[in-house]
């Protein structure tokens, strides 16, 4: 069996460990930093809390070209620097427009970031390991988001600029990793690069889904957490990224033997009763637990999916397409369910996004037969 822990395996790891660490602060610190100094709505958080998709899915695709085109390491690089930057001028931010714009600039270096980082993963990940390279890589985004929001609630209760300042310090430890990375790939001619990986889309719609889902409860579990009368507000986002974390460990070979579309059905329905646990009264530890259960096979079980479907030089292309559905459910997800939520109440949101997780789940299911 091929090696699969090498050092650039550990180095891409890392890099993804810092970025999202700081992504971690920010989903917990957003919320609460709209709805607390700027005096603004539910619908104002769920609204800057998803912009930044709004500039990340109009990139996506052009990022997985230009990272086909140009390799990994300069869309890594550009990609944290970026963020780097628009997390440390939030610090100076007063008012709602400048943080939407501010999330904007974010949803660029998000573009870059996310979509080289897993195409470099699949570079560096031997095939017949690449459900449990997705799995382990991954630990690093689900620990980045189970010690970012504990971190930025300690940061925040000192001052908002020192969490804001602290996650962009992370994105640049990142950068400075991926200078030892180098690069993962050989760039492909021109002609051969496309902007849409076209087969990549019918999996790419059950892993958004999956993320509408989990995008409205990382955006409302804070506010949810408070509206129930929790001293630690930041406990759901810790329970839910600490059991992505410990399955992923544990459960890293799963992805690698069960038929990806079954595997990201099942995760799907594993979110959908989760989301439901959320919105009823007195459940909200145990829902959020049930939705890390669901988040842990859902990624890796999409991205090997549509992978599958991809050439070495198709890896950015599909890690572009794919990424643009993560930021329609990571970004729409929180906006969607924020009109909701200020329509009606946040368990009534929590309950709406369970429903789009249960036919998500019917949608996979469908594919899986088909395939």
């Not at 946040?346 to 899986?368: D, E, F, K, N, Q």
Request: proline share 7%.
């Amino acid at each position: 069996m091929a090696r699969l822990l090498t050092p650039r395996f550990a180095l891409l790891t890392a890099a993804d460990l810092g970025y999202f660490t700081a992504m971690g602060i920010a989903v917990y610190a957003l919320p609460l930093y709209v709805t607390g100094p700027l005096h603004s709505s539910k619908a104002a958080a769920g609204l800057a809390f998803g912009a930044f998709a709004i500039s990340a899915l109009l990139l996506r695709p052009f990022a997985g070209r230009l990272t086909d085109r140009v390799g990994r390491r300069p869309l890594l690089l550009g990609g944290t620097a970026l963020a780097a930057t628009s997390l440390a001028l939030t610090a100076l931010a007063t008012d709602l427009p400048t943080i939407i714009a501010l999330r904007l600039l974010l949803g660029v270096g998000e573009a870059a970031f996310f979509v080289a980082a897993f195409a470099a993963l699949v570079d560096v990940a031997p095939p017949d390991r690449l459900g449990e390279a997705l799995s382990l890589n991954s630990l690093s985004l689900y620990l980045g988001l189970a010690a970012g929001p504990p971190l930025g609630e300690v940061l925040a209760q000192q001052s908002f600029p020192l969490a804001w300042l602290t996650a962009a310090a992370l994105c640049l430890a990142s950068a400075a990793t991926v200078l030892f990375l180098g690069e993962t790939s050989t760039p492909a001619p021109a002609a051969r690069t496309a902007l849409i990986h076209r087969p990549a889309i019918p999996p790419s719609i059950g892993l958004c889904a999956a993320l509408v889902a989990a995008g409205g409860f990382m955006a409302f579990s804070a506010l949810r957490a408070q509206q129930s009368g929790f001293e630690n507000t930041s406990l759901p986002l810790f329970l839910y990224g600490a059991t992505v974390v410990t399955f992923r460990a544990v459960f890293a070979k799963v992805p690698d033997r069960v038929p990806p579309l079954k595997l990201g059905a099942i995760a799907l329905a594993i979110i959908a009763t989760g989301m439901v646990l959320t919105a009823t009264p007195n459940t909200l530890v145990l829902g959020s637990i049930v939705i890390g259960a669901g988040v842990t096979f859902s990624t890796p079980a999409f991205f090997a999916a549509i992978f599958a479907t991809a050439e070495p030089h198709q890896r950015g292309a599909a890690s572009g397409t794919a990424s643009a559905f993560i930021d329609v459910g990571l970004g729409g997800g929180p906006i969607l369910l924020g009109l909701v939520a200020n329509a009606e109440d946040i368990p009534m949101a929590l309950a709406t996004g369970g429903a789009l997780a249960a036919a998500g789940c019917l949608w996979t299911l469908r594919l899986s037969r088909a395939h």
